[in-house]
């Protein structure tokens, strides 16, 4: 797991190359090495501001920060969000507060969507959603 990306260097001792060509090569690097290890390897990355401009704050593919190659060369992207982060009044509501939407964006061998999780943030726990009541101890 790398958290997050844009701390990781690239080889290049070149001033020249920009910030943008150095994640590219950071990307390729770990797509090759988790198929030379035939392991999975996570990547956390930061997201462009473009985001928090916009009406609707659920982060796209193109918010992925400083490249493009980010979102060609992964096989999966998912992106967590929580309406009630920027919705003030439903901070409030502790039950809507806590509902982070998993979207998964890209899925090269599979299909893509959005599901609802509910995160109980004192237990760092994601957990699916049902109709029944959150827990007391949640």
Do not use: C, W
Not at 5 to 19: E, F, P, T, Y
Not at 31 to 55: C, F
Not at 70 to 96: I, P, S
Request: proline share 3%; no cysteine; aromatic share 8%.
């Amino acid at each position: 797991m790398i958290d997050y990306l844009q701390l990781m260097k690239g080889s290049s001792k070149n001033a020249s190359d920009n910030r943008q060509q150095e994640i590219s090569e950071i990307s390729r690097s770990l797509k090759s090495l988790a198929r030379e290890l035939n392991v999975p390897v996570i990547a956390l990355s930061q997201l462009s501001r473009s985001v928090e401009s916009r009406q609707d704050h659920r982060p796209m593919l193109s918010d992925l920060r400083e490249s493009g190659s980010l979102e060609q060369d992964a096989d999966m992207v998912a992106f967590l969000y929580r309406e009630a982060y920027y919705n003030k009044e439903m901070q409030d509501d502790d039950e809507k507060n806590n509902v982070t939407e998993v979207i998964l964006a890209k899925n090269r061998n599979g299909p893509v969507g959005t599901i609802e999780m509910y995160f109980a943030g004192q237990f760092t726990l994601f957990y699916e959603m049902t109709n029944q009541e959150v827990p007391e101890d949640m």
